[in-house]
């Protein structure tokens, strides 16, 4: 393979600009994050050590193996809403007896670990990459049921998260649940619904209807062991399949569970179990995007400092040079690589783009999407020589592509160009975010520049004086509104990526999910739909 050359100087005032600039984002990604991880703050929390219990945090570090990494999923789901930031849920991949699970677990000090509409979100997104990646899904349960204020959000759409849990079974993708506390109402179907199902003893309580309901609905006097608790669901009703001491018992016997799970990948191994690491320090990434998210940078710094050894065999290196395409390694795994060198994205970048996604397909190779792009071309030449038909083709070959697709944006992801480069909607089966990093339908001021050009075009049909005052205040407040809501916190609160993340973790980041993705077969599409040449 050939090998990346760098031309970055981090004693440069550019390079120290741009790293000032992400730094910043990161002090107010890690604000972020440290809200997350308070959960519902120092009173609940203290009370929750005081009964004896463990929080969601430590009992996912306990049901790990040692020493294994944890990939957390949508860490900051809610940030920006009227909901705690982290919904309430903890979720993320981390290895369980050798075994890759997709882990969800409750926090109990928020609100009892009731649901609400982000929480939903956040657990259904959980269940749809452990459906995609063919990962076991361990639960870790302690839930109040629906957060009743907003349950006309929640329950029409919160039944599918026990018909996915049925549908992984279904599968053979095994299911397993550790009832901590509460699973009360809609939350008794997780353990109901899972493969396998521990309670712990004068812990668990898992009913459809509490005593107080009950009551009211049938007029019966009933207690919480008799209604719905551990001994009894274990030598009774048989929800319980097995019955713990305590929590760190379950957990226990969740591992056990895993461990004989008899559990193999589908996917091919690394192709290189030992991998080189990259040339170039992964620190320089902080420097790399540009703090104007107008000025370019080179894709390949980035992948000089994420792939194996810095090796990179580029695809038609002197066509669409907008778009750099070629092949490489990340942790082991062979990657098919798009990223945009410059924003905009031409007929002959949605051409080269195209013919690489479907040799790609047909070499069984995942994709790696770096997103900078501000969208296709406009103006008369552009769709004349047939824009729109060549960004079609691109867009067919993304929609239809079945090898994974791994997405990162690195700074922006405006207009057609997010879904080009295998935005949300594309399904990535990864998807994540740079913190400097935007993504709207175009750029602030040129959203709040068309809205200008058509107010000023309906007052002069009009035969109206254009108040230029108004506009400028209109331009302003649209600018401003359009900046805040594109910015990387603001969609990842509202889990339009699985994640931000620090720039020098976009190796290890990737690698784990490549690791996920290969838990299940890795395969090209057989076709694709009617290509408009």
Same mark, same amino acid.
């Given at each position: 393979m050939s090998t990346l @050359?760098?031309?970055?100087?981090?004693?440069?005032?550019?390079?120290?600009?741009?790293?000032?600039?992400?730094?910043?984002?990161?002090?107010?990604?890690?604000?972020?994050? @440290?809200?997350?991880?308070?959960?519902?703050?120092? +009173?609940?929390?203290?009370?929750?050590?005081?009964?004896? +219990?463990?929080?969601?945090?430590?009992?996912?570090?306990?049901?790990?193996?040692?020493?294994?990494?944890?990939?957390?999923?949508?860490?900051?789901?809610?940030?920006?809403?009227?909901?705690?930031?982290?919904?309430?849920?903890?979720?993320?991949?981390?290895?369980?007896? #050798?075994?890759?699970?997709?882990?969800?677990a409750n926090d109990p000090t928020v609100r009892g670990g009731a649901v609400n509409p982000w929480s939903l979100a956040k657990t259904r997104r959980a269940g749809e990459i452990a459906l995609a990646n063919r990962l076991p899904m361990v639960n870790l349960v302690e839930s109040a049921g629906a957060d009743l204020p907003t349950q006309a959000e929640i329950f029409i759409p919160g039944g599918r998260v026990f018909r996915d849990l049925t549908r992984l079974s279904a599968e053979k993708i095994p299911t397993v649940s550790v009832v901590f506390g509460n699973a009360t109402a809609g939350g008794a179907y997780v353990p109901g619904m899972s493969d396998y199902t521990i309670m712990i003893r004068d812990r668990s309580q898992v009913y459809l209807a509490g005593p107080p309901l009950v009551k009211m609905a049938t007029g019966e006097d009933a207690d919480d062991e008799s209604l719905g608790g551990a001994a009894m669901h274990a030598t009774k009703s048989g929800l319980a399949d097995f019955l713990a001491a305590d929590e760190r018992d379950g957990i226990r016997l969740a591992r056990q569970c895993v461990r004989r799970l008899n559990w193999r990948k589908r996917g091919p191994a690394p192709r290189n179990p030992v991998p080189r690491p990259p040339k170039y320090d992964p620190e320089e990434l902080l420097g790399i995007a540009s703090a104007d998210l107008k000025v370019?940078?080179?894709?390949?710094?980035?992948?000089?400092?994420?792939?194996? #050894?810095?090796?990179?065999?580029?695809? +038609?290196?002197?066509?669409?040079?907008?778009?750099?395409?070629?092949?490489?390694?990340?942790?082991?795994?062979?990657v098919g690589v798009l990223a945009n060198a410059r924003g905009v994205l031409f007929s002959e970048e949605a051409q080269k783009a195209t013919q690489f996604i479907q040799l790609a397909n047909a070499a069984d190779t995942p994709l790696i999407f770096l997103q900078n792009t501000t969208g296709y071309m406009v103006g008369t030449e552009y769709e004349q020589r047939g824009i729109? +038909?060549?960004?079609?083709?691109?867009?067919?070959?993304?929609?239809?592509?079945?090898?994974?697709?791994?997405?990162?944006?690195?700074?922006?992801?405006?207009?057609?160009?997010?879904?080009?480069?295998?935005?949300?909607?594309?399904?990535?089966?990864?998807?994540f975010t740079w913190p400097n990093a935007r993504s709207a339908v175009m750029g602030p001021a040129q959203l709040a520049g068309v809205l200008s050009i058509v107010a000023r075009q309906a007052a002069a049909a009009r035969g109206r004086e254009f108040d230029e005052d108004s506009d400028a205040a209109m331009r302003m407040m649209v600018e401003q509104q359009i900046e805040s809501q594109s910015g990387?916190?603001?969609?990842?609160?509202?889990?339009?990526?699985?994640?931000?993340?620090?720039?020098? @973790?976009?190796?290890?980041?990737? #690698?784990?999910?490549?690791?996920?993705?290969?838990? #299940?077969?890795?395969?090209?599409a057989d076709g694709f739909g009617i290509f408009r040449m």
């Amino acid at each position: 393979m050939s090998t990346l @050359d760098t031309a970055i100087d981090p004693s440069s005032s550019i390079f120290r600009a741009n790293r000032d600039a992400l730094l910043d984002s990161l002090a107010e990604l890690d604000a972020a994050l @440290d809200t997350a991880r308070a959960g519902g703050g120092e +009173k609940y929390v203290a009370r929750h050590h005081q009964r004896g +219990k463990l929080l969601p945090r430590e009992r996912i570090e306990l049901l790990l193996d040692q020493d294994s990494p944890f990939l957390e999923l949508s860490p900051v789901a809610a940030y920006g809403t009227d909901f705690p930031v982290g919904a309430s849920v903890v979720t993320g991949i981390g290895v369980v007896e #050798g075994v890759e699970c997709l882990v969800v677990a409750n926090d109990p000090t928020v609100r009892g670990g009731a649901v609400n509409p982000w929480s939903l979100a956040k657990t259904r997104r959980a269940g749809e990459i452990a459906l995609a990646n063919r990962l076991p899904m361990v639960n870790l349960v302690e839930s109040a049921g629906a957060d009743l204020p907003t349950q006309a959000e929640i329950f029409i759409p919160g039944g599918r998260v026990f018909r996915d849990l049925t549908r992984l079974s279904a599968e053979k993708i095994p299911t397993v649940s550790v009832v901590f506390g509460n699973a009360t109402a809609g939350g008794a179907y997780v353990p109901g619904m899972s493969d396998y199902t521990i309670m712990i003893r004068d812990r668990s309580q898992v009913y459809l209807a509490g005593p107080p309901l009950v009551k009211m609905a049938t007029g019966e006097d009933a207690d919480d062991e008799s209604l719905g608790g551990a001994a009894m669901h274990a030598t009774k009703s048989g929800l319980a399949d097995f019955l713990a001491a305590d929590e760190r018992d379950g957990i226990r016997l969740a591992r056990q569970c895993v461990r004989r799970l008899n559990w193999r990948k589908r996917g091919p191994a690394p192709r290189n179990p030992v991998p080189r690491p990259p040339k170039y320090d992964p620190e320089e990434l902080l420097g790399i995007a540009s703090a104007d998210l107008k000025v370019p940078f080179d894709p390949r710094e980035v992948l000089a400092r994420v792939l194996d #050894g810095s090796e990179f065999d580029e695809f +038609k290196p002197a066509y669409g040079t907008a778009l750099v395409t070629g092949w490489g390694e990340l942790h082991g795994y062979p990657v098919g690589v798009l990223a945009n060198a410059r924003g905009v994205l031409f007929s002959e970048e949605a051409q080269k783009a195209t013919q690489f996604i479907q040799l790609a397909n047909a070499a069984d190779t995942p994709l790696i999407f770096l997103q900078n792009t501000t969208g296709y071309m406009v103006g008369t030449e552009y769709e004349q020589r047939g824009i729109i +038909k060549h960004g079609a083709l691109m867009i067919n070959a993304v929609s239809n592509s079945t090898v994974p697709h791994l997405t990162v944006n690195l700074g922006a992801s405006y207009g057609a160009g997010n879904y080009g480069m295998c935005g949300r909607a594309y399904e990535p089966r990864f998807l994540f975010t740079w913190p400097n990093a935007r993504s709207a339908v175009m750029g602030p001021a040129q959203l709040a520049g068309v809205l200008s050009i058509v107010a000023r075009q309906a007052a002069a049909a009009r035969g109206r004086e254009f108040d230029e005052d108004s506009d400028a205040a209109m331009r302003m407040m649209v600018e401003q509104q359009i900046e805040s809501q594109s910015g990387a916190l603001f969609l990842s609160g509202r889990l339009y990526d699985d994640g931000v993340i620090d720039p020098r @973790d976009t190796r290890t980041v990737l #690698g784990l999910c490549l690791s996920a993705v290969h838990s #299940g077969p890795v395969q090209g599409a057989d076709g694709f739909g009617i290509f408009r040449m």
